[in-house]
């Protein structure tokens, strides 16, 4: 079996915000939009920055879980929201989605997010990061990042670099006692 998983490693990342930036070539058609308020600019992107306030102010960047136990998938009412038998990654099947909004609500982590175009939910892993995945690479985030503070791979395999620094460094995972599961592995910064 596959199960395939994300890792960030805190204490690597420089927060150049080049995965956010990488990410937004999931949608190019969303690059175009104008705001009319040039100070509400964003970026469309999966993963979003949140700035923990506990203790020392730290960065974290959260995108999709890709819960073993998603409430997304739950609520979908359609089945649009999937777990992948293949990769084991939570997937949205736009063919069977119609809008209704309920994964956005579910999602626990804030890691949807609606497309102004379509008004169409919207997450990790994007179009162009899915074709990656499915010929085998990482997802863009993972490939651009100059620090090397993420990872993706499949966590069944003992011999993947994923499984290697989970096996190494201890993890945490976001709101893991709410029975998630989540495949978003974080290894928090050393001395923290």
């Keep these: 079996m596959t199960r395939l998983a994300y890792l960030w490693d805190e204490g690597k990342c420089v927060a150049c915000m080049a995965c956010v930036l990488a990410c937004t070539g999931n949608y190019p058609e969303l690059a175009r939009l104008e705001e009319p308020n040039p100070m509400r600019r964003w970026l469309a992107s ?17 995108s999709c879980q890709h819960c073993e136990n998603p409430p997304c998938v739950h609520a979908c009412p359609t089945g649009a ?21 309920a994964c956005i609500v579910a999602c626990p982590y804030g890691a949807r997010w609606l497309n102004p175009l379509n008004q169409l939910p919207m997450k990790c892993p994007g179009p162009v990061c899915m074709e990656l995945v499915e010929r085998g690479e990482k997802p863009m985030c993972v490939q651009v990042c100059p620090a090397n503070a993420r990872d993706f791979g499949d966590i069944d395999d003992p011999s993947s670099s994923i499984s290697v620094k989970l096996a190494k460094y201890k993890t945490e995972r976001m709101l893991e006692h709410m029975g998630t599961q989540p495949k978003w592995f974080i290894i928090p910064r050393r001395g923290s």
């Design 81 to 101: 929201s999937h777990i992948d038998r293949r990769t084991g990654l939570v997937e949205l099947d736009y063919s069977k989605c119609i809008g209704c909004k």
């Design 46 to 62: 999966n993963i979003r920055v949140v700035i923990r306030e506990v203790g020392k102010p730290t960065l974290r960047l959260v």
